[in-house]
C-alpha cells in the first residue's frame, strides 16, 4: 500500500458520511450539491451549485457519489443551452468511484461509475461519460461528446485511442477505497 | 519598487459582479456585464475598459501590461480559466475555456478562441472578424458567420439569466461611486 497523503485537519471539514471538503475550496449554492459520501473535494476547487435550473421547488444542481475525488484547482459547472427559446442551465450527475485530477474543468451534463479524468482536461457541455472510461492527461473534449463505456480519450481535441480491460471497474473501485483511506489528517500530537 | 497602483474601480449600476474577485488598478465596467466569482482583473500599467453586456466566467484572468488603456468591447463571453492580456477586443467575441492570449494580440469582433488554444505570435498580430482559432497548434480558419443570430441570442438570455440568478447566491461589490 502506498504512504498516507497528510493534510491539516483545520483545513478540511469532514461530514457525517464521511465527506472531506476543503475549506479553500469555493461552493456556490451548496444548498443545490449533494454528496454521496467519501467524497473528497480538494483545495481551491470551484463548484457552482449556484447555476440551477429555473423553476419552482427544490433543484439538484450538482450530485457526486460515493467515493468521489475533486482535485486542486478543479471547476464543476453545470451545462447551460437554450430549449424551446428558454436559457436554462442543466443538471450535472456524478456517479461512484470518480476521480477528476487537478486543474480540470468539467461541464458535462452526466458522468458514470468508476470514472478517471485527468489532470488539465477539459470536459464540454453537455458532455456524456459512460461508465469505466478514462480521460488522459490533457484532453480537451468537445461540447455534446458521448464517451463509451471501457475506453480511454486523449488529445485535443479528444478521441478514442484504446479499450480498456474487463477488470477496470475492479482496480479503479479498489483505488478510489484506496485513496480515500490514504488521505488521512496529520497526526495531532507535536 | 513596483509602482503603486492606485485603484479605482467604476462599476455600472447594472452590472453584477461577485464580491469575490480579485480587481486591482483602474477598472470601468459597463452596464450588464456579468462578472463571476474567482476572476482576476489587474490593470498593471493603464487602465481596462470593460463594455456593456460581457460574460467573464470563473477563473478568467485578465491583465494590461501596457501603459495605454486596454478596451474590451461588448457581449464578449470570457469562459472558465482563460488569460486574455490583448490591448484590445472588439464585439461579441468567445474566448473559451483554459485558453489563453498574449498582449501583442489583437482581436476584432466575432472571433472564437478554441478551448484551450494558446495565441502567443512573436510579432503583434491582429485577427480579423470572425476569426475562429482551434486545435492543439492554434490554427486559424475564418467563420461563415452562420447561427450568428442564434449565438447572439444565446448570449442574451444567458447574461439576463445570470443576472437574475447571480445575486440570489452570491454576493455582489458596487462601485466606489455608490
Known amino acids: 500500500m502506498e504512504p498516507p497523503i497528510y493534510y491539516k485537519r483545520s483545513e478540511y471539514i469532514e461530514t457525517d458520511t464521511g465527506n472531506k471538503v476543503s475549506r479553500r475550496a ?51 459547472r453545470p451545462p447551460y ?6 436559457f436554462n442551465y442543466y443538471p450535472m450527475k456524478i456517479g461512484d468511484h470518480v476521480h477528476i485530477g487537478s486543474n480540470t474543468v468539467v461541464e458535462a451534463a452526466q458522468i458514470g461509475n468508476y470514472v478517471e479524468i485527468g489532470k488539465n482536461c477539459v470536459i464540454g457541455k453537455f458532455t456524456i461519460i459512460k461508465d469505466c472510461a478514462k480521460i488522459a492527461d490533457g484532453t480537451i473534449i468537445p461540447p455534446n461528446t458521448v464517451v463509451p463505456a471501457l ?24 483505488q478510489t477505497k484506496q485513496y480515500y483511506t490514504r488521505f488521512q489528517p496529520e497526526a495531532d500530537a507535536r | 519598487m513596483p509602482p503603486i497602483i492606485r485603484d479605482k474601480f467604476t462599476i455600472h449600476s447594472k452590472a453584477i459582479v461577485c464580491q469575490d474577485i480579485e480587481i486591482r488598478g483602474d477598472v470601468t465596467i459597463g452596464a450588464g456585464t456579468i462578472i463571476h466569482p474567482k476572476v482576476t482583473i489587474f490593470a498593471i500599467a493603464g487602465p481596462i475598459f470593460i ?14 501590461r501596457r501603459k495605454d488603456v486596454m478596451r474590451i468591447g461588448d457581449d464578449n463571453l470570457l469562459e472558465i480559466g482563460c488569460r ?3 490591448p484590445e477586443i472588439g464585439n461579441f467575441n468567445t ?7 498574449h498582449h501583442n494580440v489583437r482581436i476584432s469582433s466575432f472571433c ?13 498580430e491582429t485577427l480579423d472578424d470572425y476569426t475562429v482559432v482551434y486545435g492543439p497548434s492554434a490554427e486559424l480558419r475564418t467563420w461563415s458567420g452562420r447561427g450568428k443570430v442564434q449565438e ?25 461611486g455608490t
Open chain 1, 81 to 86: 443551452k437554450t430549449y424551446r427559446g428558454n
Open chain 2, 152 to 176: 447572439a441570442d444565446l448570449r442574451r438570455k444567458h447574461a439576463e439569466y445570470l443576472k437574475e440568478m447571480l445575486p440570489k447566491f452570491n454576493r455582489l461589490r458596487r462601485g466606489d
Open chain 1, 26 to 76: 469555493t461552493i456556490a449554492g451548496p444548498q443545490n450539491i449533494i454528496l454521496g459520501g467519501k467524497t473528497i473535494i480538494a483545495n481551491g476547487a470551484i463548484i457552482r451549485g449556484d447555476l440551477r435550473r429555473t423553476g419552482p421547488g427544490h433543484a439538484v444542481v450538482i450530485s457526486l457519489g460515493r467515493y468521489c475525488l475533486i482535485g486542486v484547482d478543479c471547476v464543476m
Open chain 2, 112 to 124: 472564437v478562441i478554441g478551448a484551450g488554444c494558446l495565441l502567443a505570435p512573436t510579432e503583434d
Open chain 2, 51 to 64: 463594455g456593456n453586456g460581457c460574460i467573464i466566467e470563473e477563473g478568467a484572468i485578465i491583465i494590461n
Open chain 1, 151 to 174: 475506453s480511454l480519450f486523449a488529445g485535443s481535441p479528444g478521441r478514442f485511442v484504446e479499450d480498456l480491460p474487463e477488470s477496470t471497474q475492479e482496480m479503479v473501485e479498489a
Open chain 2, 95 to 101: 474566448i473559451a475555456t483554459r485558453s489563453r492570449v
Open chain 2, 84 to 86: 486574455v492580456e490583448c
